[in-house]
C-alpha cells in the first residue's frame, strides 16, 4: 500500500507563503489523482487541492487564487505552494489519493501549518 509522508508546514504570518511536499512511497501515484487535504480544529476534513495524473488542478473557492497544488511523477512527490496565508488556514495538512475515502491509503501524520502574527 502507498505510503504517504508529508512535510513543509510551520508557523508563518498572515500574508505569509509555504511549500508543503508530500513524497510517495511502496508504489508509484503517476497515474492517480492526488488532492492535499487539511483538518482545522474542531471542524471535518476538508479538500484545498486536487490534480488529476494529467495535471489539471482543482480548488475550492476558500483558497483559489492562493494555492497551487503540483506534482513530480519522475519523483512520486505532490506539492502544494500557499501564498497570502490566513489565520482561516490554520490546520493538519494531508496529502491522498482525490478519491478518498473510496480509494484512499493510510492517512499520515500531517504536517501542521499556523498562521499568526
Known amino acids: 500500500q502507498v505510503q504517504l509522508v508529508e512535510s513543509g508546514g510551520g508557523l508563518v504570518q498572515p500574508g505569509g507563503s509555504l511549500r508543503l511536499s508530500c513524497a510517495a512511497s511502496?508504489?508509484?501515484?503517476?497515474?492517480?489523482?492526488m488532492a492535499w487535504y487539511r483538518r482545522a480544529p474542531g471542524k471535518q476534513r476538508e479538500v484545498v487541492a486536487a490534480?488529476?495524473?494529467?495535471?489539471?488542478?482543482d480548488y475550492p473557492y476558500s483558497v483559489k487564487g492562493r494555492f497551487t497544488i503540483s506534482r513530480d511523477n519522475a519523483k512520486n512527490m505532490v506539492y502544494l505552494k500557499m501564498n497570502s496565508l490566513k489565520p482561516d488556514d490554520t490546520a493538519v495538512y494531508y496529502c491522498?489519493?482525490?478519491?478518498?475515502?473510496?480509494?484512499?491509503?493510510?492517512w499520515g501524520q500531517g504536517t501542521q501549518v499556523t498562521v499568526s502574527s
Open positions: 491522498n489519493f482525490r478519491l478518498c475515502p473510496f480509494q484512499c491509503s493510510p
Open positions: 490534480i488529476t495524473s494529467g495535471g489539471t488542478t
Open positions: 511502496r508504489g508509484s501515484i503517476r497515474l492517480n489523482a
